[in-house]
């Protein structure tokens, strides 16, 4: 295990800590507001994060690999971190095809994690993701592929909240003569959805589908959907309120009829 001296909370962005720790090559899981980093000698392997389809919902959703086949390759592989291996020793997915998919899970996940800018929280030393080594990616090169893309979505429409939230249609808005893959995307939008699980539902890549919205979005069909108003706490007792006591020989009694049963 490599040993990380690095003080990596000191960094202000999960990518500034993840520079430093690559500089070190560590080995580890780091942890930010929106996704885990999986590292091996200082080199990206893998990153999971809420807001993009796993590998898994991508493959099979996709028809690359049955669900039987993957979860087999989940049972039979997890615990030995070599699900990967697992898939293309079996014959269930070829090793390209496995590499691809691999690659753009991993960033499509990083986008969320880095391109926002948000602080690193915790890191495990030694952790190591269930789905085994398939392709390290430098860690330079995760960070300004997520700020290249980040640059990309805010020229079509500036408004990240379109990445997270909840879509809405705008009401009153013709949806004539859109191509083919904004339009299948807008028949996804229904209020409830967010983008990764529109992206999940096509089986397509979470990165391209952000593309779409955004530039619904620009076209005035699509927003975020405004965010649930948190319960408002209880209010104090109406006054002249006496709660009665507990029946206890009605309590009894239901107690012998129970242990009578």
Same mark, same amino acid.
């Given at each position: 295990m490599t040993r990380v001296t690095t003080t990596w909370t000191a960094y202000e962005t999960t990518a500034d800590a993840l520079g430093a720790l690559a500089a070190e090559g560590a080995t580890g899981a780091?942890?930010?507001?929106r996704g885990i980093v999986y590292l091996e000698a200082g080199r990206v392997v893998h990153v999971e994060s809420a807001f993009?389809? $796993?590998l898994g919902a991508l493959l099979t959703r996709s028809g690359a690999v049955p669900p039987d086949g993957w979860w087999e390759a989940? $049972?039979?592989g997890g615990a030995q971190h070599r699900v990967g291996h697992r898939l293309v020793a079996g014959g269930t997915l070829a090793a390209g095809a496995l590499e691809v998919c691999h690659l753009g899970a991993l960033f499509d996940a990083a986008y969320f994690v880095l391109a926002h800018d948000t602080r690193a929280q915790r890191f495990r030393p030694g952790a190591v993701h269930w789905l085994g080594a398939v392709r390290s990616v430098p860690v330079d090169v995760v960070v300004r592929e997520c700020g290249r893309r980040r640059a990309l979505l805010d020229r079509i429409w500036p408004d990240p909240?379109? $990445?997270t939230l909840p879509l809405t249609r705008v009401p009153g808005t013709g949806t004539a003569a859109l191509p083919v893959r904004r339009g299948r995307t807008l028949t996804q939008v229904d209020g409830v959805r967010t983008a990764a699980q529109i992206a999940s539902a096509l089986a397509c890549r979470t990165y391209h589908t952000l593309v779409e919205l955004r530039r619904l979005a620009a076209d005035g069909l699509v927003r975020a959907a405004a965010p649930e108003a948190p319960p408002l706490p209880p209010g104090p007792?109406?006054?002249?309120?006496v709660w009665d006591d507990p029946d206890t020989a009605l309590l009894r009694r239901l107690r012998d009829a129970l242990e009578a049963l």
């Open positions: 780091l942890s930010g507001e993009a389809p $796993d989940v $049972d039979r909240a379109i $990445d007792e109406p006054p002249g309120v």
